[in-house]
């Protein structure tokens, strides 16, 4: 970190999708100075001119000019790519450094990449966000931490800028596993919320009418609220999260649940149905659609035509 204890951090970013690109924002907005990378170059340098920050050519070059390092990233495969590549983060990280993956990132993963950053005199900590875009947008994140407390303090500051709610959840790696707890959650609200819609529908009350309930109820959790417009009108806004990416999700899960011996009965038919969804060519569709595709491509499929072994 530099030697004015009272400074505030140089920070790295990487990954400017729809998620990462507000994120970053909002780091600027409070006044860390930036440096980004993204695969696109032309996001980071439309990010760059709006708030001051610096584009780099490589993730090691925004690691060889910051104090923490953030990946924001679409899976595991690309996050240990970022970090293992020649011009990869652990060539230009710099003792002393923090390194940061707030995506949703297989824990083994996550486990690998701390220990190769200490090998640097660096360190590593896993804060996990929860929240749609749209809480990206407002800074009101919540972020599951996995890591050493003295990491954890350090950053504290810099994820505040992002998030309203900051849960320190246990050492490197526990992070992204309840990251992956939550998300089990939250597939099974979209799969049943999908079903309960449709079934709503086929018995003649107006889908507008059925959400209006729904979003006054039991079942009304917050991505009842903020998924509302994509549920009643498919198609319409922008897509949010890929159906693809939430098949991707339900397979680390099902494959940590698989590890540590977890009954997971209902996730598994969450998978098959979202891979059903796939297979039908809703893959690039918001994760909504699931709801489209049970009207669609779910009409009068026979019980159990869907394996719940995905």
Do not use: W
């Amino acid at each position: 970190m530099r030697a004015d204890s009272d400074a505030k951090p140089v920070l790295g970013f990487i990954g400017l999708g729809r998620m990462g690109q507000r994120m970053a924002r909002n780091l600027a907005r409070s006044g860390f100075e930036l440096n980004l990378y993204n695969r696109t170059r032309a996001v980071a340098e439309e990010i760059a001119e709006a708030t001051g920050a610096h584009v780099r050519g490589t993730p090691a070059g925004v690691a060889g000019m910051s104090d923490v390092v953030i990946t924001m990233l679409a899976d595991s495969k690309i996050v240990d790519e970022i970090y293992r590549r020649r011009d990869g983060v652990l060539n230009g990280i710099r003792p002393g450094a923090v390194a940061v993956d707030m995506g949703t990132t297989d824990p083994e993963v996550i486990r690998a990449l701390a220990e190769s950053v200490r090998g640097y005199g660096a360190t590593f900590v896993d804060a996990c966000v929860s929240g749609s875009v749209a809480f990206a947008e407002n800074a009101t994140l919540t972020v599951m931490v996995g890591g050493a407390a003295a990491d954890v303090n350090r950053i504290e500051p810099v994820l505040r800028s992002m998030a309203t709610h900051i849960f320190h959840v246990g050492p490197v790696g526990a992070g992204a596993t309840l990251k992956l707890a939550v998300n089990t959650v939250i597939y099974g609200l979209c799969v049943a919320l999908s079903e309960g819609l449709v079934l709503a529908e086929r018995a003649g009350i107006r889908r507008a009418v059925a959400y209006e309930v729904f979003a006054a109820s039991a079942v009304a959790a917050p991505f009842v609220h903020y998924r509302r417009a994509e549920f009643e009108r498919p198609g319409e806004k922008p897509v949010a999260f890929r159906l693809e990416l939430a098949k991707r999700d339900m397979d680390l899960i099902l494959s940590l649940a698989e590890s540590v011996d977890a009954p997971m009965p209902q996730g598994r038919v969450n998978r098959a149905v979202l891979a059903a969804a796939i297979a039908a060519g809703f893959a690039d569709q918001d994760v909504s659609a699931t709801a489209e595709f049970l009207r669609k491509e779910g009409r009068g499929m026979p019980q159990g035509q869907m394996s719940a072994t995905g």
